[in-house]
């Protein structure tokens, strides 16, 4: 399982696969990859996602 963040709301969820519309938003958009891959959050095994990844941009709202 790989572990999603929507670039536009933030919205972090995990899926085989990037879906269609964010189940957050419902908008059409772009996801990263926030997946954990390194020990410190519990490789890539675990299902984790990797907190340095995931920056809650609060700001970045208007
Ligand atoms: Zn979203």
């Known amino acids: 399982m790989t572990q999603w963040k929507c670039s536009t709301c933030g919205y972090t969820f995990t899926s085989d696969r990037i ?3 964010c189940p957050s938003c419902d908008e059409r958009c772009s996801f990263a990859d926030v997946t ?10 675990s299902g984790n996602i990797d907190p340095r990844l995931v920056h809650t941009d609060r700001s970045k709202k208007t």
């Open 36 to 45: 954990c891959y390194v020990p410190e959050c519990g490789g890539s095994e």
């Open 19 to 21: 879906p269609d519309q």
